[in-house]
Each structure stands twice: as C-alpha cells, then as structure tokens.
C-alpha cells in the first residue's frame, strides 16, 4: 500500500484540505493515479472516507510530519571511505528538526551560510507504533513503510563544525516523499541520486554496514519513537555539491522517485 | 511574569486538566504560591481563564513542549578544558529530541546503555515567536523567557559515538522548569548544579562564551524557531557522574530550582 499526504488543488470544492490517503494506479502512468481518502491518521487500521481524487487534483506533501528525525552517519562502506572516515565501531547517530521537512512539490532553499551543499540520497524508514527497547525480532512490527529522503548537507559547515545541527538541519535540508510503501522488504533494493538527469549516487541497500532492523534496535535502546517518527539510513557513495537551479531526484526501488528543485532561500 | 504549566491534582473538580499558568507569590515560601489558570498558550498576549489553584494542588509539568531544543557544546570555557577541549572556534550545535523532556516532578531514569551519566546545569531560552534569520539587536523581541535544563549526558556514550543523538538524547534527559521567568536579564546570572545538596556546578552566565543573542542569531541563521522551541545555552565547569538514588538540582539566580531524583529506568 502506497500512504500519501496530499492537499487538494484549487478547483474542486475540497481545494486546500490536507489529508492522508492510499495510492492506486500505476506511478510510470500518473494519468492512472488515484488517491483514495484516509480518514485521520495511516496508523492502526487506516479507515477510507469514501473520497477520491485523480493524482492530478492533488498536491503531494511530506507523507508524513515527523515529531523527530533520527539519522545515521556513514552507514555506506564506500562513502565513508570517499570523505576520508572510517566506518565507526558503533553508528554515528544525530537528528534533523521537523523543521527541516519538506515534500516532493517543494524546494530544497540554499543555504547562504553554506558554498557546498550536497543532496545524499537514503531510505527512509517511518516507524507505525510508540516503541522503546525494541528487541531485533519484533522490527517489523514497529515499522509503518519506507519512503525516499534527501539528507541534505551543507558540507562545508559539516567540516567546520563539530556538530551537525546546522550542516544537516537547516531548513528545507530534509525531502521526504513521494509517499511511504507499506509493503516493501528493505534488505536489497537499489538506491540512487541524479542531478539534472545525471546518475551521481548508485548503490543497494544491501551494501548497509547496519541493517534497518539493528539501526532500530539501536536507536531504541536510547530512546521513544513516536508514530510518524523517521529513521534514516546512511547514503551510499558517490556525494557532490549542487547548485541553485539544479533538479536533484533520489530513486529508491519499490518506492518511487523524490524529485526537488534547488531555489535561492527567500 | 513566571510561566508554569501543570496538571490540577486529585480531589479537585478540575482533577487532571492540565494548562499554562502564572504563578505568584513568594518561591521562598510555597504555601504563598497561587497558580492562575491561562486560556490556550502562553504566547502573544495570555488570556487568564479566571480560575486559580494554590500552588499545593497543582503538579509542575515540563513549562514547555518544545518541536525541537537546539543545544550549544562547550559555551562555557572552563568546562571545555575540564573535558581536554578547546573552545571551538564556531559553536557547536546539536539538538536534543522532544522525547527526553521531562519536568520538575519527575525522574531522570537511568539508561541501561551508560555507566557514566552526568548532569549539565544550563540556561534555557524558551522562544516566543516563529523566526529566522533573527538580527542581533531584535533577539529580545522573538524570546518568551527562561528556565533551568538539565542537558543530562551519557559521558562514556558521548566519548564513545561521534555524533550525541544517543548519549544526550536518551529518554528523560532534559529536565526542565521549574517555570519560565519571562522578565529576567540573561547576561549575569549565577547557575549552579548541587547533587543531593553538595555543590557540583557554579558559574555566572557572564562567562559564557557566546552571550544567549549570539546563539540565537547563529542557530536561526540555518533554521526556523518556533514558539515554544527551546535553545540550551552551555554547562559551566564541575560536571561528573550521578548514581540512582541520587538527587539532582539546577538552580539559577532569577528563575529558581529544578530538582529532579535518578531513578532505574522503569
């Protein structure tokens, strides 16, 4: 199942009310689209209001509006290795604000304290039901569905820094979308990043030093996660900057394509 | 105007409710204390719903529900070099999740992940506006006032993991309160940290190596603030380790103690 959160467009006598809903159809044919209404919230037993809309009648947001974001630091052999680090003995884990949330119709804004900002492409992990101390057998029944997510760096300030809440958390630097499949096997699919149609980061889920499932269990060790909570996890090799105008796509296999434009901040 | 929010304790028709308040009366002598029921939220202009509790009948909950607490690393320089650090050349920012936070009335829980927890005494600025790229000289316009934090550290899993999402992010590991005192000059004030009455912590906010505007104006450089948001602005030197059994208190000159016991996690 395919859960979007989607504003209806001017026009129909619903325009401008935000919803969650179920997308059918097939996504290399948006024309075939439809989105069926959720009433409320996607967790537990998601119930349809009866309304639809064609895939054109609507605006796609971030799928879902995180209360915390909790991100993992070279997670990718190889991209560790292309920044001069080692892979860490235990994950590297910081968070990104809610704040830094956008969806798949909205703009990644540079930065101006930033000269080198660099798009990393990673699966996202969006957690279904509260949870702490999360044993590595029950994961899947924590987890609501996986959707496509940019962890936008500013990787200047990344190196100048010792912390990242600036580097990673700066508005706009975390694209989510397009919407989160809810029945999809995490273990092995590929994942790219294209920067105006050119292919800059390719790799396979596989290639993770830590598996969703441990990175859960990790985080959880620590702390809550909260219905709607994301996890994301570590970008495969292959980061460069980009520049105001570019569009940056990150693809995941068995999700879709997460497509933003990079505009001057307003 | 000190800002409490709390929930009415057992026996009263309000039982259970919890608001934003206005305490008055003499902190010194808590029998005096009355607590003056606000309507909705603190910001803008408060609304009194008419309804006071004596300070007895109510129970002091976190004075804020922070999105999102924006922290600042070695700010103090004492506490750098108590570390073997130097004080870092840009400052450094990392947040702490909305998950850790607990109030007054409640216990720090032990995480089972650490043998080295320690507690960091902290002034807390509470922000009353949404904001970005905030001018130095309107920093005053966009703060709603300020608490005590206790920005709780699992030293060993700090010196351990390279990023502190973990080791400051635990469950529990921000205390604050006990209330927001919103007319207070940040720039002098005396901060100490006392476990089980024997004094750990003692610093003036004057030694800071940032002021509380020049935090503000670099962290809304990157990101959005929102009401209610919560910036910690730096531990002086004296930290070490705390055990279950433990009491833990933060007191700073003008706002008042934040008190919270170390408990087993549950």
């Known amino acids: 199942m395919r859960i979007a959160r989607f504003s209806v ?3 129909s006598p619903a325009a401008g009310s935000v919803s969650f809903g179920v997308v059918e159809g097939d996504p ?3 024309e075939s689209l439809v989105v069926h209404a959720l009433a409320g919230h996607p967790f537990g037993q998601p119930q349809p209001t009866g309304e639809s809309y064609r895939f054109q009648d609507v605006r796609l947001l971030s799928p879902m509006l995180p209360n915390k974001i909790v991100a993992v630091g070279r997670n990718y052999a190889a991209h560790a290795a292309e920044l001069g680090n080692a ?9 990104k604000p809610s704040t830094s949330v956008i969806g798949p119709t909205e703009s990644i804004a540079y930065p101006p304290f930033s000269s080198d900002v660099q798009p990393e492409a990673e699966l996202a992990v969006v957690i279904g039901r509260m949870c702490r101390e999360v044993p590595l057998e029950r994961v899947p029944e924590v987890i609501l569905g996986y959707t496509c997510a940019n962890d936008v760096t500013a990787r200047d300030v990344q190196q100048r820094e010792g912390q990242w809440a600036r580097a990673k958390g ?13 029945d999809l096997d995490p273990s092995d699919l590929a994942i790219t990043c294209t920067v105006n149609g050119e292919l800059r980061q390719a790799g396979r889920t596989s290639e993770m030093v830590r598996s969703v499932a441990e990175l ?3 985080i959880s060790e620590a702390m809550t996660l909260l219905p709607g909570d994301v996890v994301l996890t570590g970008t495969p090799a292959g980061v460069g900057p980009i520049q105001v105008g570019d569009e940056v796509a990150v693809s995941i296999e ?13």
């Open 28 to 30: 290399a044919r948006p």
């Open 254 to 266: 068995g999700i879709g394509t997460l497509a933003n434009k990079v505009v001057k901040r307003g």
């Open 87 to 95: 892979v860490p003995d235990v994950p590297l884990t910081f968070f």
């Open 9 to 11: 467009r001017e026009g």
């Open 216 to 218: 859960i269990v990790h």
């Open 170 to 182: 700066f508005d706009t630097a975390c694209p989510l979308g397009p919407w989160i499949e809810t």
